[in-house]
């Protein structure tokens, strides 16, 4: 098995911890909750301070 990054590095050079999640492949109830709620994540609007 590869080795997985157990953290990356964003545009704004910001270091963030990262998780894996393993899902069997016969599991797919919890495979398609996990990526619909991944998907609501990555497109939710995104909360800007105003100065």
């Given at each position: 098995m590869a080795t997985l990054?157990?953290?990356?590095t964003d545009?704004?050079?910001?270091r963030h911890?990262?998780?894996h999640l393993m899902v069997p492949a016969n599991d797919?109830?919890?495979r398609d909750q996990l990526l619909d709620e991944l998907?609501?994540?990555?497109?939710k609007p995104k909360k800007h301070?105003?100065?």
């Open positions: 990054t157990k953290e990356y545009i704004k050079d910001i911890n990262v998780e797919k109830r919890h998907f609501h994540a990555l497109i301070n105003q100065a």
